[in-house]
């Protein structure tokens, strides 16, 4: 079974600063992957996925993922963070299997301050 | 924004009473899933339905029950809540299966405080 590690809780940064939250996953076959961004009181959203091709994938507000398969991660990055990109970040992974469902790892919460 | 509602949004319950949640979609999606949130565990899956009236286990779902009678609602109760089970509850649905790569949409959550 799959599984995903969100090494950093807390991730403290001021605006205009460049950022990485990271995400390692493990699992024994090929996998899909995911970061979900959650804004204060609401519902996850997805920022961006890996299915295949690519292994640098990016968002329309400036966020980009690598697939490193070697590393078995896929950290998340922004060259200049915002005040409005503080949230709570997750990573998630799935299987390439008919029945894998979607496991999410723990979350890491994005502080921007001025 | 994906048309997905959550009912009640906030509720406050006593230990051992029955509760039920709904979640109620406008997009006609086949999938739809119930997780939990809980601090330091980020967001684990109770139950899913893939079509009406076929449901299955997530990785908690002790205490938890679900029923999906339309397309559009998938319920999910708690038959005799325990304090364990304050949490943020959120819904989500998605087109194809998640586990092949299908984006999910969430909705905007329950807030459940069992005293």
């Known amino acids: 079974a799959q599984s995903v590690t969100q090494l950093d809780s807390q991730v403290p940064v001021f605006e205009e600063a460049p950022v990485e939250l990271r995400c390692n996953y493990s699992?024994?076959?090929?996998?899909?992957l995911f970061w979900y961004v959650q804004y204060p009181n609401q519902g996850l959203q997805l920022l961006l996925k890996?299915?295949?091709?690519?292994?640098l994938v990016e968002s329309i507000n400036g966020f980009e993922a690598e697939f490193n398969k070697s590393q078995t991660s896929f950290h998340l990055r922004k060259p200049s963070v915002h005040i409005s990109d503080t949230a709570e970040y997750f990573c998630a992974v799935s299987e390439w299997s008919g029945y894998s469902t979607l496991t999410f790892g723990k979350g890491t919460m994005l502080l921007v301050s001025p | 924004d994906a048309g997905i509602t959550q009912s009640p949004r906030h509720k406050v319950t006593e230990t051992g009473t029955p509760v039920t949640l709904r979640c109620h979609q406008t997009e006609n999606h086949r999938y739809m899933y119930w997780y939990r949130q809980d601090p330091g565990h980020g967001l684990r899956l109770i139950h899913y339905?893939?079509?009406?009236?076929?449901?299955d286990k997530g990785e908690v779902s002790d205490g938890y029950s679900v029923s999906r009678s339309k397309t559009e609602d998938f319920l999910l109760t708690l038959e005799s809540a325990t304090s364990s089970q304050t949490s943020v509850y959120f819904c989500?649905?998605?087109?194809?299966?998640?586990?092949?790569?299908?984006?999910?949409?969430f909705g905007p959550g329950t807030r459940l405080t069992v005293t």
């Open positions: 890996y299915l295949s091709g690519s292994t």
């Open positions: 699992s024994s076959v090929s996998v899909y």
């Open positions: 989500a649905i998605s087109e194809e299966w998640s586990g092949g790569g299908s984006e999910q949409y």
């Open positions: 339905s893939y079509g009406v009236k076929d449901t």
